[in-house]
């Protein structure tokens, strides 16, 4: 499961806030159901033990292979 991250770069509590920067830049942290505790905050659900997911994640294997071309040319071929 992946959970929203805050990037430590705006004061604003929801993904509408004006863009008032942080400066010093924050640092960035895991946002929760229940962190940042403000009632304004886009995903604050103090009742919920868990936010719901909000991206799923697909892996797939790819082989790199390289080959040397009779002009000495490296030629690239990625097989999925």
């Known amino acids: 499961q992946l959970d929203p991250l805050d990037g430590g ?3 604003g ?4 806030a004006a863009n ?17 505790a403000h009632p ?3 995903f604050y659900y103090p009742n ?3 936010l719901p997911p909000i991206a799923t994640l697909t892996f797939t294997k790819v082989t790199r292979r390289t ?4 002009s000495a ?3 690239d071929l990625i097989v999925i």
């Open 9 to 11: 770069t705006d004061n």
């Open 13 to 16: 509590f929801t993904f509408t």
């Open 20 to 36: 008032w920067p942080t400066q010093p830049q924050g640092i960035a942290y895991r946002i929760t159901s229940r962190y940042p």
């Open 40 to 42: 304004a905050g886009s």
């Open 48 to 50: 919920l033990p868990r």
């Open 67 to 70: 080959f040397l071309s009779a």
């Open 73 to 75: 040319i490296v030629l």
